[in-house]
């Protein structure tokens, strides 16, 4: 399976500003997705982010919220914005592989 | 919308029992199907993923997929307190080429010694 190095694993910020997720494939992928799971929910689907394309936004998550960058095959970022206390929540990138799809250690975020 | 349903549980066996834990979709033509491990405060893990109708077996665990009944199952043998945590069903979505992921809300599952 890819290894991917995600980080921060944890955050605590102030409601308003903006946090910046990473996360580095040991390989190179097409795609990789991002995904927020909310207290105890499932995951859900932010957007897919291509190398040298726009993101696709799934419906209920915008750009201005949620800008993305995919700068090279290995490497993607997914910028939490304008945060509110309603943004606390797991993100997760994932990528796909031969045999399924691998995820990140996950960030945990808390808005105050 | 696509949907994967699951049994939100909780599910609680005792050590050495099976645990069945049980998947719908919505979307017929779904093609890949695959099961994740989510301890608390950790990732999901894959564990199984199943394509074709009938079973697939790896150790302890067997995935069942029956396409024409639009179910996916996780049977889990000679269950152990290790195996307690959150199992997500999800559907790889068969209409798109951008490979995403429909997850179900998850099972929790308990097992006690």
């Known amino acids: 399976s890819a290894v991917i190095s995600q980080k921060p694993s944890r955050d605590i910020c102030q409601r308003g500003t903006s946090l910046t997720i990473q996360c580095q494939v040991d390989s190179q992928v097409t795609m990789m997705f991002w995904y927020r799971q909310q207290p105890g929910q499932s995951l859900t689907l932010i957007a897919t982010?291509?190398?040298?394309?726009?993101?696709?936004?799934e419906s209920g998550f915008v750009i201005d919220k949620f800008p993305i960058s995919r700068p090279n095959l290995t490497f993607s970022t997914l910028t939490v914005s304008n945060m509110s206390p309603e943004d606390s929540s797991i993100y997760l990138c994932?990528?796909?592989?031969?045999?399924?799809?691998?995820f990140g250690s996950g960030t945990r975020l808390t808005v105050v | 919308q696509k949907e994967v349903e699951q049994n939100s549980g909780p599910l609680s066996v005792p050590e050495g029992a099976i645990a069945s834990l049980n998947c719908t979709y919505s979307d017929r033509g779904s093609q890949s199907f695959f099961w994740y491990r989510q301890y608390s405060g950790k990732s999901p893990e894959l564990i199984m993923f199943i394509y074709s109708n009938g079973d697939k077996e790896d150790g302890r665990f067997t995935a069942q997929l029956n396409k024409a009944s639009q179910y996916v199952s996780l049977l889990i043998r000679d269950s152990q307190p290790s195996d307690s945590a959150t199992y997500l069903c999800?559907?790889?979505?068969?209409?798109?080429?951008?490979?995403?992921?429909?997850f179900g809300r998850g099972t929790q599952l308990t097992v006690w010694p």
């Open positions: 982010a291509n190398q040298g394309s726009e993101a696709t936004y």
């Open positions: 999800a559907v790889k979505d068969r209409g798109s080429t951008l490979g995403r992921l429909y």
């Open positions: 994932s990528v796909e592989r031969v045999y399924g799809y691998t």
